[in-house]
């Protein structure tokens, strides 16, 4: 019996009866196993915990790289060293802005106050002029209120004749005769109004009835508050509506 180089019993001499190798070959060393990888870093490394999670958003880990943020648990850098995002978190509900105080130039909607001024009417008396013996304070006068709109407003009497319809008209009853028919101009401006004296006979007065009267065709800015004395006894103060 011979042997072929892989260590058959074989009765042929040419090729092995058991492998088919050719007897006369070199004997063929057997294989070793093969050698074990060394392990890496990562193969080396134990692996996580359970429920391990991320230590910068808290999303429980499925792998080496967090899903939301991207942190690496296999590195595992200082949280300190990574933006750490904000926590999500429903948003508060907002309240609307306070409404906005309006500046001076804001515009506002003003009217003028219509009375009868005792204490005027006797500065009137005392000035001694032409009529001054005829006039006659009347006993009551009712107050009117007039909203002040458009470009201009009109303080005066009415007169068919001469084709004059103030848009403040003091005709009465009763009537003050110390009123021109075309007495006074109120006029818009930046942040409320002005009064404009137009060539009266008696004058017009701001404020104070023995002041100088306003000089005619020069507009005069009115505040809030601000009384115009025209006539003989009529006061017109000016304030918001």
Same mark, same amino acid.
């Given at each position: 019996?011979?042997?072929?180089?892989?260590?058959? $019993?074989?009765?042929?001499?040419?090729?092995? $009866?058991?492998?088919? =190798?050719?007897?006369?070959? #070199?004997?063929?060393?057997?294989?070793?196993? @093969?050698?074990?990888?060394?392990?890496? @870093?990562?193969a080396t490394s134990s692996p996580p915990p359970s429920g391990e999670v991320c230590p910068v958003c808290g999303t429980p880990k499925t792998g080496r790289f967090c899903e939301e943020d991207g942190y690496d648990f296999l590195l595992a850098p200082p949280v300190s060293a990574m933006s750490t995002p904000a926590p999500q978190v429903s948003p508060?509900?907002? &309240?609307?802005?306070?409404?906005?105080?309006? &500046? =001076?130039?804001? #515009?506002?909607?003003? *009217?003028?106050?219509v009375r009868a001024d005792a204490a005027y009417f006797e500065v009137v008396k005392a000035?001694?002029? *032409?009529? #001054?013996? &005829?006039? #006659?304070?009347? /006993?009551?006068?009712?107050e009117r209120r007039f909203a002040l709109t458009g470009q201009q407003m009109v303080i005066g009497r009415r007169s /068919?004749?001469?084709? +004059?319809?103030?848009?403040?008209?003091?005709?009465?009853?009763? $009537?003050?005769?110390? +009123? &021109?028919?075309?007495?006074?101009?109120?006029?818009?401006?930046?942040?409320?109004?002005?009064?404009?004296?137009?060539?009266?006979?008696?004058?017009?007065?701001?404020?104070?009835?023995?002041?100088?009267?306003l000089e005619p065709n020069v507009p005069v800015a009115l505040k809030d508050g601000d009384v115009v004395y025209l006539g003989a006894w009529t006061a017109l103060t000016i304030q918001p509506a």
């Open positions: 019996m011979a042997t072929c180089p892989k260590g058959h $019993e074989s009765a042929t001499l040419d090729y092995c $009866e058991v492998c088919g =190798a050719r007897m006369g070959a #070199a004997p063929t060393p057997a294989s070793s196993p @093969a050698p074990t990888p060394t392990p890496t @870093a990562a508060a509900p907002v &309240s609307p802005p306070p409404p906005a105080t309006p &500046s =001076a130039s804001a #515009a506002v909607s003003w *009217e003028v106050v000035m001694g002029g *032409e009529d #001054a013996g &005829s006039l #006659a304070m009347p /006993r009551f006068v009712a /068919r004749s001469r084709g +004059v319809n103030p848009d403040i008209d003091l005709v009465g009853p009763p $009537e003050d005769p110390g +009123v &021109s028919h075309v007495h006074a101009l109120l006029v818009p401006q930046e942040g409320g109004w002005a009064v404009v004296d137009m060539e009266s006979a008696n004058g017009t007065y701001l404020n104070d009835p023995n002041s100088e009267p």
